[in-house]
């Protein structure tokens, strides 16, 4: 069973930072084989993208409204994902989901397009 646990959310002030972390593990989960990305619900809105990196890592994908404050990483050696957020804003506040997906990055911008999740780790930023 593939699991992804989320951890570094919280409160924060608008102008802060944070930086998520997710730790994937499973039997049959070889971390370097999935499209890892960041997902993000607000209260009464639907799941969106937030970034996304490729399976070596050597590529990376943001939404517009996160383009030059977010930054998705992996360390391969740890089987982790990392999500760092500057510069964060009230429209920043949500659920924060971590997902796998088996398919090319180019094509992973939809929650259908991924296999796995996280449950979920709650960034607050107050204005």
């Known amino acids: 069973q593939v699991q992804l646990v989320e951890s570094g959310g919280g409160l924060v002030q608008a102008g802060g930072s944070l930086r998520l972390s997710c730790a994937a593990s499973?039997?049959?989960?070889?971390?370097?084989?999935?499209?890892m990305a960041w997902f993000r619900q607000a209260p009464g809105k639907e799941r969106t993208f937030v970034a996304a990196?490729?399976?070596?890592?050597?590529?990376?994908y943001y939404a517009d409204s996160v383009e030059g404050r977010f930054t998705i990483s992996r360390d391969v050696a740890v089987n982790t994902v990392y999500l760092k957020m500057n510069s964060l804003a009230s429209e920043d506040t949500a659920v924060y989901y971590c997902?796998?997906?088996?398919?090319?990055?180019?094509?992973?911008?939809?929650?259908?397009?991924?296999?796995?999740w996280g449950v979920g780790t709650q960034v607050t930023v107050s204005s």
């Open positions: 499973g039997h049959t989960f070889t971390f370097s084989g999935y499209t």
């Open positions: 997902a796998a997906s088996t398919l090319r990055m180019a094509a992973v911008r939809q929650p259908a397009d991924y296999l796995y």
């Open positions: 990196i490729s399976r070596s890592g050597a590529s990376a």
